[in-house]
């Protein structure tokens, strides 16, 4: 099992930054891939970033690419994203989420932290 705990969170106006934290734990040697996922009301939720856990090779969605980074310290074990040059759209329930080898599915999952830009 692997236990995923969100921060970070907040309130921000548009152009600011903001970086979210998920701190891992258990059995973080299973771990292949980090997910940083969003689910915006009424929206499908939405992949936005993807690294991997030893290679550190990262994958971003579109419409974040060039402004969020999402990076990871092995050492704690934390997963970050960091968010430059907020805007409106990126309002939403950040979730992170990890997924082991040999499978294409995320199995743990945060509980979610808000993030909200206003105008």
């Known amino acids: 099992q692997v236990q995923l705990v969100e921060s970070g969170g907040g309130l921000v106006q548009v152009g600011d930054s903001l970086r979210l934290s998920c701190a891992a734990s258990?059995?973080?040697?299973?771990?292949?891939?980090m997910g940083w996922f969003r689910q915006a009301p009424g929206k499908e939720r939405e992949n936005v970033a993807r690294i991997g856990w030893s290679s550190g090779d990262t994958y971003y969605t579109d419409s974040v690419r060039g402004r969020f980074t999402a990076s990871r310290d092995n050492i704690k074990n934390t997963l970050y994203l960091q968010m430059n040059s907020l805007i409106p759209e990126d309002t939403a329930v950040y979730y992170c989420?990890?997924?082991?080898?040999?499978?294409?599915?995320?199995?743990?999952w945060g509980q979610g932290t808000q993030v909200t830009v206003s105008s």
């Open positions: 989420a990890a997924r082991g080898y040999g499978t294409d599915k995320y199995n743990y």
């Open positions: 258990g059995r973080t040697f299973s771990i292949r891939y």
